[in-house]
């Protein structure tokens, strides 16, 4: 298996219940490595820019209003197939169909409130973390 690296989202509903540390140790557990880590505070521009791709969608300017409405945690994790291992660890979009034991399983409020991002293929794994962190920012 490849060793690749994704971009996660640690997202403003769970920076606002203090349980970034609870969802970094489920993504450890999976034996994913955080190689580079910041906590911000998005912008309009910096979250319509990162979700461009769901412009289209009805929830768009919603997410974007939630996704700026307090602290995220952005972080680069490294592993053996990180990127759908990451996204078996945060479980289904709607936690309502996440899988028991998953991150959203266990902390998200609602399909828009769900505690976590993940890329969804390597190409866009090298594009948002390109967007997210400087070269220099990352170490494995
Ligand atoms: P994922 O984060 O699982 O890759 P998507 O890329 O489809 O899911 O959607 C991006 C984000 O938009 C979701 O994580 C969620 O915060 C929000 N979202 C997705 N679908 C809906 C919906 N039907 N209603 C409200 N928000 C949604
Ligand atoms: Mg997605």
């Known amino acids: 298996m490849a060793i690749e690296r994704t971009l996660s989202i ?18 450890e557990g999976a034996g994913l490595r955080v190689v580079a880590q910041k906590r911000a ?17 009805p929830f768009y300017n919603d997410l974007v209003a939630f996704m700026t409405s307090g602290p995220i945690v952005l972080q680069v994790l490294e592993g053996a197939s990180a990127v759908a291992k990451n996204r078996e660890v945060m479980g289904a979009t709607n936690p ?35 967007l997210c962190f400087d070269a220099s920012e990352i170490v494995g």
């Open 10 to 27: 640690i997202k403003p509903d769970a920076t606002a219940r203090n349980v970034t540390g609870k969802i970094i140790a489920k993504l």
């Open 41 to 57: 505070r998005w912008s309009e521009a910096e979250a319509q820019k990162f979700y461009e791709v769901h412009k289209e969608r």
């Open 96 to 130: 309502a169909d996440a899988a028991p034991g998953t991150i959203r399983a266990e902390f998200a409020e609602n399909i828009e409130r769900n505690s976590v991002h993940g890329s969804d293929s390597p190409d866009n794994a090298a594009t948002e973390i390109a």
